[in-house]
T-cell receptor, first 112, second 114 residues
C-alpha cells in the first residue's frame, strides 16, 4: 500500500467482493494503528483502530489485522459496496495522546 | 455535536498575502492537530497542541507558518507571506487524549495561492 511519485496505489474490486488494503508501517515502537477513509472533498473519517497488544479487531464489515513481526497492517472490507469507494489511509502512533503519522493512502474503486 | 469546524472552506489569495485558517475543535477534546494534504506529500502533520500548549511543531515548514491556540475552543494557522507552494488542503483535527488517539477531522480548507 505504499505510493511512489504522484500516483496512489489503486485497488479495483467488483461490488460484493471482499477488499484487502495493505499498509507497511515504519516505526517498530508504534503501539497504536488506525484506518481512515477519505471521500473526495471531505476530511478523513475514522473506520477502525487497533492497539499493538492485539492481532485482529473486527467492526461492522471491516477487520483490521496487525502483524508486528513484519510491521504490516491490513484492512479487510467484506461485501464491498459502491459507497466504499474512497482513499484509505493507515496511520501509526505511539505514546498515548501523541501524534499520528499517516501513510500515503490507497484508492479503492468499486465497480457495480 | 457539530464536529470539528474549519473556516473558510475555500481560500484563494495572491502570493505575498497573509492567510489565516481557523478551527473550532470538538467540545471537550484537549488535543488539536493541524495537517496539510497534497498529492505529492500526502497528509503531513504540521503542529499539535495539548491543553492549548504546542507540543510538537517540527512539521511546520518554515517561519512563514505560525499557529496559535488561545483557548480550548479555537485555533488558527497563519501563513505570512503566502507562496504558491503553500497551496494544499489544510485539515484540523481534535481528540481527547486518555481514551486513545482517534482523531476527528474537520472538512478542511482548500487553499490556493496564485
Amino acid at each position: 500500500g505504499e505510493s511512489v511519485g504522484l500516483h496512489l496505489p489503486t485497488l479495483s474490486v467488483q461490488e460484493g467482493d471482499n477488499s484487502i488494503i495493505n499498509c507497511a508501517y515504519s516505526n517498530s515502537a508504534s503501539d497504536y494503528f488506525i484506518w481512515y477513509k477519505q471521500e473526495s472533498g471531505k476530511g478523513p473519517q475514522f473506520i477502525i483502530d487497533i492497539r499493538s497488544n492485539m492481532d485482529k479487531r473486527q467492526g461492522q464489515r471491516v477487520t483490521v489485522l496487525l502483524n508486528k513481526t513484519v510491521k504490516h497492517l491490513s484492512l479487510q472490507i467484506a461485501a464491498t459496496q459502491p459507497g466504499d469507494s474512497a482513499v484509505y489511509f493507515c496511520a501509526e502512533g505511539y505514546n498515548q495522546g501523541g501524534k499520528l503519522i499517516f501513510g500515503q493512502g490507497t484508492e479503492l474503486s468499486v465497480k457495480p | 455535536d457539530a464536529g470539528v469546524i474549519q473556516s473558510p472552506r475555500h481560500e484563494v489569495t495572491e502570493m505575498g498575502q497573509e492567510v489565516t485558517l481557523r478551527c473550532k475543535p470538538i467540545s471537550g477534546h484537549n488535543s488539536l492537530f493541524w495537517y496539510r494534504q497534497t498529492m505529492m506529500r500526502g497528509l503531513e502533520l504540521l503542529i499539535y497542541f495539548n491543553n492549548n500548549v504546542p507540543i510538537d511543531d517540527s512539521g511546520m515548514p518554515e517561519d512563514r507558518f505560525s499557529a496559535k491556540m488561545p483557548n480550548a475552543s479555537f485555533s488558527t494557522l497563519k501563513i505570512q507571506p503566502s507562496e504558491p507552494r503553500d497551496s494544499a488542503v489544510y485539515f484540523c483535527a481534535s481528540s481527547f487524549t486518555g481514551v486513545g488517539e482517534k482523531l476527528f477531522f474537520g472538512s478542511g480548507t482548500q487553499l490556493s495561492v496564485l
